[in-house]
């Protein structure tokens, strides 16, 4: 982007950011840069900048006590976290049942009517249906 | 200074998604590539180095358990910074020390650094420690993310949860202190 900033942009952009362009909001350094390139005097309100960025500079690298270290690092071992299944837990017992389903529909393909016969005389099928349902009449009927 | 300018790798977003899955070694290279950074930062939110390791543990905690939760639209390091810095100002809240007008603080005086003839390096530093903890919180905040762990102004203002005209405000403001301040510890050094 390069739209014109002004000088107090500039000094403002400078206080909060410091002395390093590159550092800026990216929309703005080009504009900052071309301003610079015009107005030369701004490179002291850097150079001031600059000061402070040399304070932060100097302060070292940060260390993690060494005993935090290990606590940080053992946190797998001493936290059980919580099975992630919520999102599978309708599949396992949906697969039983479909299983079961398929193992039924299997088993019943296999068999002809003579298996299902009990000597009892039911050998329409609607008349089980109707003895599952509790007709017992069915049972009278049969020859 | 490497650390703070250095741009987390890649493979962050990967690790976190192995942890997400229980990978317990993806989680382990996380905690070396950021504990101290995060450490480093809460100290200068908490200031009480018990606090900061509590909160330190809880954000790495958070990482472990919750890492199914992190959206790859963030940078890693910008997620663990949020974390890390909404449970310094719980901390904070629960020890009562949240200023009530944090950005309220009397603007201080224009100085320059150079005013402070410090003559160790660790004297400076150790005054920039002393003159950050003196700052209002979010002062501080915005100081610690964008100056010491190089964080952009994007992404400092989503860890702190400000718009990017309020973190510059923070910045210009809390610079302004800084310079007050460490004016002031170098006239006592002189």
Redesign the interface.
Same mark, same amino acid.
């Given at each position: 982007m390069s739209r014109s900033m002004t000088e107090s942009r500039f000094r403002y952009l400078a206080e909060a950011y410091g002395s390093h362009i590159e550092r800026w909001p990216e929309a703005e350094r080009t504009a900052a840069r071309a301003l610079l390139a015009d107005r030369p005097e701004l490179e002291r309100v850097l150079a001031s900048e600059a000061e402070l960025d040399a304070v932060f500079e100097e302060l070292g690298a940060p260390e993690v006590p060494s005993s935090l270290e290990r606590r940080l690092l053992d946190i797998p071992k001493r936290v059980v976290r919580p099975r992630r299944e919520r999102a599978w837990a309708w599949f396992f017992p949906a697969v039983g049942w479909a299983a079961a389903a398929a193992v039924g529909l299997w088993i019943g393909g296999q068999l002809d009517g003579s298996a299902l016969s009990t000597g009892n005389g039911i050998d329409d099928s609607e008349a089980w249906v109707e003895l599952a349902a509790g007709d017992l009449a069915v049972l009278e009927e049969a020859p | 200074?490497? *650390?703070e300018r250095s741009e987390p790798s890649a493979g962050d977003t990967q690790l976190v998604l192995a942890v997400a899955g229980?990978d317990?070694g993806a989680?382990?290279e996380l !905690?070396r590539r950021h /504990? @101290?950074?995060i450490?480093?930062f809460v100290r200068k939110i908490v200031r009480d180095p018990a606090d900061a $390791?509590d909160v330190?543990?809880e954000t790495?905690?958070r990482l *472990? =358990?919750r890492a %199914?939760e992190y959206q790859p639209t963030a940078r890693v390091t910008t997620w663990l910074f949020r974390i890390a810095h909404n449970l310094a100002i719980d901390r904070l809240r629960a020890r009562g020390r949240v200023e009530a007008l944090p950005d309220a603080d009397a603007e201080p005086a224009p100085a320059? !650094?150079?005013q402070t003839v410090l003559v160790h +390096?660790k004297q400076? %530093?150790e %005054?920039? $420690?002393a003159a950050l903890a003196g700052l209002p919180e979010r002062q501080s905040a915005a100081l610690t993310l !964008?100056? =010491?762990q190089g964080l952009?102004? /994007?992404e400092a203002s989503e860890v702190l949860g400000v718009s @990017?005209e309020a973190? $510059?405000?923070l =910045?210009?403001r809390g +610079?302004?202190a800084?310079?007050a301040r =460490?004016a002031a510890f170098g006239e006592k050094a002189e």
């Open positions: - | 200074m490497d *650390w229980g317990q989680y382990q !905690v /504990a @101290p950074r450490h480093h $390791e330190t543990q790495f905690l *472990w =358990l %199914a320059s !650094v150079s +390096r400076r %530093a %005054a920039l $420690e !964008v100056h =010491l952009s102004g /994007a @990017p973190l $510059e405000s =910045l210009a +610079r302004r800084l310079r =460490l």
